[in-house]
C-alpha cells in the first residue's frame, strides 16, 4: 500500500489514495497508522478518491489520530489539494474537491502552496445548540468562568481571547483543552483556540495555540487559526473596523509558522498558506496483516 507523509507548518498527515487502500480504514487502524512509535506517525489521515461528478477532481476524507472522521482541516485540504496537482490529478490552478464539510476551492499559488476557500463561516450551528445568533457564550469551568465565541467552518471551533502573548504562552492546553473539548455545550465535541492580538495592522497579527479536537495541541490548525481570526474579527474594536472596511485580512501566527485568513463581511474565509511533502514510502506486508487483524 502506497502513502505519502505531508506536513504543514508542522501539522503532519499520511495521505493515502482509496484505489491502494487493502482494508477498510476502521478507527483501530487509522490509531495504529498514526502511532509515532508502532507505525508511520501523523495527526491524521487523508484519504482521496475519484468521483463520478466531473464538478469534482477527488473528495477527501480526513481522519483523527484518535481514530475519529473529522469533517474539514484547513492545513490537510491544503496538503490533500497539493498533492492532487503533484500527483497528477489535475494540472489546473482552480479545481473544486469534495468534503464532508461540503465543496472547497483552491487555487494553487506556487509548488507548495495554496489559496483555499474554506466556504462562509456560521455563528449558529447543529455543533453549538444551545447557543445565541451570534455565537457567544460562557463555559462554566473549574477555574472559572471563560467567555468564548463559536465559529462553525465545516468544523466547530470555540475561540478564546486572551490578554497578552505571556499570557497566551503560560496556559497549559493539555489541562485547559480536554474539558473544553468535550464540554457538555458542544455535542460533537469542539476545537478550541486561545488567540491575542499581536499588531493592529492592517493586516492584523494574532497569535494563536490550537487544541484540536481527537488530537490535542498542534503546533498549527488551518480551521482553528480561522475561527480564531474570524472571533477577533467580530470581538474586538480593531477587528470590527478592519472588517468593516473589508474583506480582512488577519495574519495567524502559529507555533508552526504562519497562515493567512481572509475574511468578507458575509464571514466568507480564505485561507492561504504552504505544505511540503516528508517522504513516500509502501506499507510492508507484516505491517498491512497486522493491520487487517486489528479490525
Not at 489521515?45 to 489520530?65: G, K, Q
Not at 474570524?230 to 472588517?243: D, F, H, I, M, R
Amino acid at each position: 500500500m502506497r502513502f505519502e507523509k505531508w506536513q504543514a507548518l508542522g501539522n503532519d498527515y499520511v495521505i493515502v489514495e482509496q484505489a491502494e487502500l487493502q482494508f477498510e480504514l476502521t478507527p483501530a487502524r487509522v490509531r495504529r497508522l498514526c502511532e509515532r512509535h508502532l507505525g508511520i506517525g501523523a495527526d491524521g489521515v487523508l484519504v482521496l478518491s475519484r468521483t463520478p461528478d466531473d464538478r469534482y477532481v477527488a473528495e477527501l476524507r480526513i481522519f483523527n489520530p484518535d481514530g475519529s472522521e473529522a469533517e474539514l482541516s484547513g492545513n490537510g485540504a491544503r496538503e490533500a489539494v497539493l498533492y492532487l496537482r503533484r500527483r497528477g490529478w489535475t494540472d489546473r490552478e482552480e479545481f473544486t474537491i469534495l468534503t464532508a464539510a461540503g465543496p472547497i476551492s483552491p487555487v494553487i499559488t506556487g509548488e507548495f502552496s495554496a489559496r483555499v476557500d474554506m466556504g462562509t463561516a456560521r455563528l449558529a450551528s447543529s455543533d453549538f445548540p444551545q447557543g445565541a445568533a451570534d455565537g457567544r457564550g460562557t463555559l462554566s469551568l473549574a477555574d472559572g468562568t471563560v467567555a468564548f465565541q463559536h465559529v462553525s467552518i465545516g468544523n466547530p471551533q470555540c475561540a478564546i481571547s486572551v490578554d497578552s502573548a505571556a499570557e497566551l504562552d503560560a496556559l497549559d492546553l493539555a489541562r485547559l483543552g480536554p474539558p473544553i473539548e468535550g464540554n457538555a455545550n458542544f455535542p460533537n465535541r469542539t476545537n478550541v483556540s486561545w488567540y491575542t492580538q499581536l499588531d493592529a495592522g492592517p493586516p492584523a497579527r494574532v497569535r494563536a495555540r490550537i487544541f484540536e479536537r481527537g488530537v490535542g495541541e498542534t503546533a498549527s490548525s488551518g480551521t482553528g487559526a480561522t475561527g480564531a481570526a474570524v472571533a477577533y474579527l467580530l470581538t474586538s474594536e480593531n477587528g470590527k473596523a478592519l472588517l468593516a472596511d473589508g474583506p480582512a485580512v488577519v495574519v495567524v501566527v502559529l507555533d508552526g509558522g504562519e497562515l493567512v485568513v481572509e475574511v468578507s463581511e458575509d464571514l466568507r474565509v480564505h485561507l492561504s498558506g504552504w505544505a511540503l511533502p516528508v517522504f513516500a514510502g509502501e506499507l510492508s506486508e507484516p505491517f498491512v496483516q497486522a493491520l487487517e487483524e486489528l479490525g
